[in-house]
């Protein structure tokens, strides 16, 4: 079954660790996106790209970076310059057009 | 992408209709209107989309005013699971423009028994 897959579900790590967060979809869909959200807040906008080899930033990239070398992954690090990184991060993938978004079902970070 | 506004809360009966506004004001011409829910530590889920004519899925309608600056997803009969938090947002959706998707607060609805 076509999907968008992100792991690892729970993650932990000590402050000042950079940390890679995983998203692959093989829903062959063009652009793939990153989200951050806070208890009882909604899905802000981290990275996104439309297509490989190509990414921009979204409204809180600062602290963040992304590649995109294959269509279907999408990995998100956490810097250590990101102030507080502890939150639940969702990946999501559309293929463009008038479609809807696919989304993963998050990684839950928190860094002690 | 224009901005939506909807109520933060509202609490609906089971078995009932649920109607959740959706304020986009600014919508542009060639902007859809998408409909997600999140379940609770969950990844969103699509409910439905429209650019001017209703349209209704097995899921919920999506009612858009004439002048498209609002809309209105209605759930028919609620049930204990479509608690959630159910996302409005509009967007353009074209690679030309960047398929940039941002989402706003969203409302919580609560479905009481």
């Known amino acids: 079954d076509g999907g968008i897959t992100q792991s690892p579900k729970y993650l932990f790590r000590k402050e000042g660790q950079n940390v890679t967060l995983s998203c692959e979809q093989n829903?062959?869909?063009?652009?793939m996106y990153w989200y951050r959200q806070d208890p009882g807040q909604g899905l802000r906008l981290i990275y996104y790209s439309q297509i490989v080899n190509d990414f921009q930033k979204g409204d809180i990239a600062e602290g963040y970076s992304v590649s995109r070398e294959k269509k279907e992954s999408f990995p998100l690090t956490v810097t250590s310059a990101q102030k507080n990184p502890t939150a639940f991060y969702l990946c999501?993938?559309?293929?463009?057009?008038?479609?809807?978004?696919?989304f993963g079902q998050g990684t839950r970070l928190t860094v002690v | 992408d224009a901005k939506t506004t909807q109520p933060p809360s509202m609490d609906c009966a089971e078995g009932r209709a649920a109607n959740l506004p959706c304020n986009h004001s600014?919508?542009?011409?060639?902007?859809?209107v998408y409909w997600y829910r999140q379940i609770h530590s969950q990844g969103p889920q699509y409910i439905i989309h429209g650019l001017k004519n209703n349209e209704t899925n097995e899921m919920a309608s999506l009612i858009i005013t004439e002048d498209r600056k609002s809309s209105t997803l209605i759930l028919p009969h609620a049930t204990l699971r479509d608690t959630a938090v159910y996302y409005c947002?509009?967007?353009?959706?074209?690679?030309?423009?960047?398929?940039?998707?941002?989402f706003g607060g969203g409302t919580r609805v609560l479905v009481k028994p």
């Open positions: 999501a993938s559309t293929s463009g057009g008038n479609t809807e978004a696919f």
């Open positions: 600014t919508i542009s011409g060639n902007e859809y």
């Open positions: 947002i509009v967007r353009v959706a074209n690679r030309a423009a960047g398929n940039k998707l941002t």
């Open positions: 829903l062959n869909h063009d652009a």
